[in-house]
């Protein structure tokens, strides 16, 4: 599950330390995956992020941290996320250390 997306290039947070430094650059574009074990990470995420990477416009930098394995990264991730309720899988895309767009759990199920 974890090769699905390191496969294509995404970087893996296994870290707050990690996380901090991926998603504070500056004048870079993040796309943070919050990836997961569920059917709509497998069926739906996975397969749409790898989709969306053959574009020719991709953020700068596409990262992922695991939920349920690396739990304080996945913690720390979702902190930038701010009022957002928690979601796996979910994707945040960064800019200057803001969430300019979420995309929760219901959007990637249906």
């Known amino acids: 599950m974890r090769e699905e997306l390191t496969r294509l290039g995404v970087q893996e947070a296994r870290t707050v330390e990690a996380v901090d430094a991926l998603l504070t650059q500056k004048g870079k574009t993040i796309m943070m995956i919050v990836n997961s074990m569920c059917g709509c990470a497998a069926g739906k995420a996975r397969p749409g992020i790898a989709l969306a990477l053959k574009h020719s416009v991709t953020p700068d930098v596409v990262a ?29 895309i960064v800019k200057d250390g803001e969430v300019v767009h979420f995309i929760h759990r219901r959007e990637i199920e249906g």
Do not use: C, L
């Open 64 to 92: 992922t941290v695991f939920a349920g394995g690396d739990v304080e990264a996945t913690e720390r991730a979702r902190a930038y996320f701010g009022p957002m309720p928690p979601s796996s899988p979910s994707i945040g």
